[in-house]
């Protein structure tokens, strides 16, 4: 009942934000399709590997999510990042134009090179190997996961230049990591992250002009959204089958038991509202020795920048090894449980530092000579609350490093100019 009505509630603000506000990519877009909508789901009970106990900590839990999500909602409800308007064009520097190229091939080569150390071959995707979150290359890691960095750079380099060669190029940077390794997750968030980007550019197309347009091109968007999800899904129950080797599907492995015609959700409901029963069986069940310095949940910055793990013998695999599982199929216990591991009831301490994180880059995507280099660190940061019921994606050990290299290489390789008319 409480999961119910909180979700309920989150819904009405988002509807009253994303349709009444008409700001899409507010934060509670992110939170709601991310956080609640796969908790509703899960309290669906769609699956008979669901633990169905009543869990205090869990319920105080999800109630401060709720009342921090509410607050924050109602306080930047109004506050929007800035939108290219019409008399702004982007102009790409000489810099930009310098390391365009280099910087696609130098993605291809590191990624290859990533794939070749560690599995041995450039393609272990399409051999049989599963390496897509079983290596990272120290370093190279920090270009390789970088995929948003590069979509950015390409969309923003033929926004200034309308030459089609950058497309090809955000083709084959979404292409290299499916191919070759199987790669599903990363490229996804660079995906959402590249449409939250493109949506600051939107109303700029002519086809906005007229509205049946408006409304046509929106129904092409959803349906190749839904075909691209549905194949995600498919691709899904293909690799665990070992490609095609067993007679596996997520539907028997994730004990799915809702609605027949939506049996095809179940690679979905096994890796993002299951987690939640990993979460509830984990606070449940741990027995664990809060350390209060945020050791796990803050890993970009202990084990990313400082190496303390190297240094002090810590184990930065801890959290993971700590974890219990509802199965192999359902492995993760959300965002949340890096956060609760750390700080126990104060849990929400990493999610508040987010949430003022992601308020100085909206501050930030206001006008000035970096506005455009802050709208594109935004759209990067703020997808990562979609996915805060996966893992956590807000704090991963190369946000910092790939954060930084998105700021620079933006603020260096492009300029938005503003035009006065004289009427």
Request: proline share 2%.
């Amino acid at each position: 009942m409480v999961i119910n009505i909180s979700c309920l509630f989150i819904f009405i603000i988002w509807m009253y934000i994303f349709f009444l506000k008409k700001n899409y990519i507010h934060v509670i877009t992110f939170l709601w399709w991310g956080i609640f909508f796969p908790l509703f789901l899960y309290n669906l009970n769609w699956s008979t590997l669901i633990d169905t106990r009543n869990c205090q900590m869990f319920n105080y839990m999800v109630i401060m999510i709720v009342l921090i999500t509410i607050i924050y909602s109602f306080l930047s409800a109004n506050i929007k990042p800035q939108k290219i308007e019409e008399n702004q064009s982007i102009e790409m520097t000489n810099f930009g134009l310098s390391i365009a190229t280099f910087l696609n091939l130098l993605f291809i080569f590191l990624y290859l090179l990533e794939n070749y150390m560690g599995s041995g071959t450039i393609i272990p995707g399409m051999n049989g190997i599963d390496m897509h979150n079983k290596y990272s290359a120290s370093v190279i890691s920090y270009i390789t996961n970088a995929s948003y960095l590069f979509l950015s750079f390409d969309f923003l380099a033929y926004r200034a230049t309308r030459k089609k060669s950058y497309l090809v190029w955000m083709l084959v940077i979404i292409a290299i990591p499916i191919i070759t390794r199987s790669a599903r997750m990363n490229i996804v968030m660079a995906i959402v992250q590249l449409l939250c980007l493109y949506t600051l550019f939107a109303k700029k197309n002519l086809l906005y002009k007229r509205k049946d347009h408006k409304l046509f091109k929106n129904i092409i968007i959803s349906i190749l959204c839904m075909c691209l999800a549905v194949g995600l899904m498919d691709f899904t129950n293909y690799r665990m089958s070992h490609y095609g080797m067993y007679d596996i599907n997520y539907s028997d492995t994730t004990g799915w038991n809702g609605p027949t015609f939506l049996k095809w959700l179940a690679p979905y409901y096994g890796y993002f509202p299951l987690s939640f029963n990993n979460l509830k069986i984990n606070v449940a069940n741990g027995v664990i020795n809060h350390n209060y310095l945020g050791l796990y949940s803050f890993n970009s910055l202990y084990f990313g920048i400082f190496h303390i793990d190297r240094l002090f013998g810590i184990d930065s695999n801890a959290v993971i090894s700590n974890n219990l599982i509802t199965n192999g199929a359902a492995n993760v216990p959300t965002g949340f449980w890096d956060f609760y591991y750390d700080y126990g009831v104060l849990f929400f301490i990493p999610f508040i530092c987010a949430l003022l994180i992601l308020f100085f880059f909206l501050v930030n995507t206001k006008k000035g000579k970096n506005s455009l280099a802050f709208r594109a660190l935004y759209c990067w940061y703020v997808t990562y609350f979609f996915f805060m019921s996966f893992q956590n994606t807000l704090y991963m050990s190369i946000s910092i490093i790939d954060g930084l290299l998105i700021f620079l290489i933006i603020k260096y390789s492009f300029n938005l100019n503003t035009y006065k008319f004289n009427h």
